[in-house]
């Protein structure tokens, strides 16, 4: 039940980054997609640090299939 409260408080906390809402970049769909793998693979990483990026492309081949997709289609658009 702690590790459950942890990390609802960590996603709580970095969702809205992911999504752009006062984030340098990101979109809605990371956010709704890659919150639960940033968690799982990325902890610790500001969402709008370089690392996230790097983390990211470390375990892409982990990430969920839906954390994949989105992340294609944000770089597909040019980051937008």
Known sequence: MRTLIVALSLLALTAPSLAGSGS???NADLEKY???DALSFCAGIPPDDPAM????KKNMSKLSENCQGAIKAYQASGGK
């Open 34 to 36: 890659c919150a639960g």
């Open 53 to 56: 990026d790097a983390c990211f």
């Open 24 to 26: 340098k970049r990101g």
